[in-house]
């Protein structure tokens, strides 16, 4: 089974939607981030969590919310869908305890606002 | 601030050509160094790292070594196959949790 998970994997929406994200890990991890992908812009944070009652914006958090349910949960909420949040989403996850803090990702979910 | 920039791509090679994708960044202080492969339909996984200067981090026959007097952590391998068809990126930590990302080079490899 896969460390960490996201569903839907793909989602295609209209604007004014509310969207939620949702991504589990079982590597019992504490850090928990948000990124999204577009082309010829790399990975950008959207938000972080570094345990369940800390929530930190990343550099684009605009447009977005997150709930970190559990240490294994963490959800990413589109309020209200724009058609440029059309991108994919990832989650990665890393261990307070590594100096390097490398960090492991999810499959992606491919969010589609039309 | 901290950034990194990374050859655009697409990059297309011949099955066992050699393989380089230029990385350099700009880091106050001691970045560590990575790079990260994302193959079709997957999400990112690490390839290889180096936290200190003059080190060398490989794996599956890749190479990058950090170079502290250029700023750079080229990637290279000797002879690429056609599985090593991926989007890579180099990213940089530089003592926070925070990755910095570079905008990834495709590397298409034909038989």
């Known amino acids: 089974d896969a460390d960490v998970t996201q569903t839907p994997r793909n989602r295609i929406t209209k604007t004014g939607k509310r969207i939620m994200l949702e991504c589990s890990q079982t590597?019992?991890?504490?850090?928990m981030y948000w990124y999204r992908q577009d082309p010829g812009l790399g990975l950008r944070l959207i938000y972080y969590?570094?345990?369940?009652?800390?929530?930190n914006k990343g550099e684009i958090s605009d447009g977005y919310s997150v709930s970190r349910q559990a240490q294994a949960k963490f959800s990413l909420s589109l309020e209200s869908a724009i058609p440029n949040q059309t991108a994919l989403y990832f989650c990665?996850?890393?261990?307070?305890?590594?100096?390097?803090?490398?960090?492991?990702f999810g499959p992606g979910t491919r969010l589609t606002v039309l | 601030g901290n950034s990194v920039t990374q050859m655009e791509g697409p990059v297309t090679l011949s099955e066992e050509a050699f393989l380089t994708i230029n990385c350099t960044y700009t880091?106050?202080?001691?970045?560590?160094l990575f790079w990260y492969v994302q193959y079709p339909g997957e999400g990112l996984q690490l390839l290889l790292k180096?936290?200190?200067?003059?080190d060398k981090g490989s794996n599956k026959g890749f190479e990058a070594t950090y170079r502290k007097e250029t700023t750079s952590f080229h990637l290279e391998k000797g002879s690429v196959q056609v599985s090593d068809s991926a989007v890579y990126f180099c990213?940089?930590?530089?003592?926070?949790?925070?990755?910095?990302f570079g905008t990834g080079t495709r590397l298409k490899v034909l038989a």
């Open positions: 880091a106050t202080g001691y970045p560590s």
């Open positions: 990665a996850t890393s261990d307070l305890g590594t100096r390097d803090n490398e960090q492991f």
């Open positions: 590597k019992g991890h504490d850090r």
């Open positions: 969590s570094f345990d369940v009652k800390d929530i």
């Open positions: 180096a936290t200190k200067a003059d």
């Open positions: 990213a940089l930590t530089s003592g926070t949790y925070k990755y910095i």
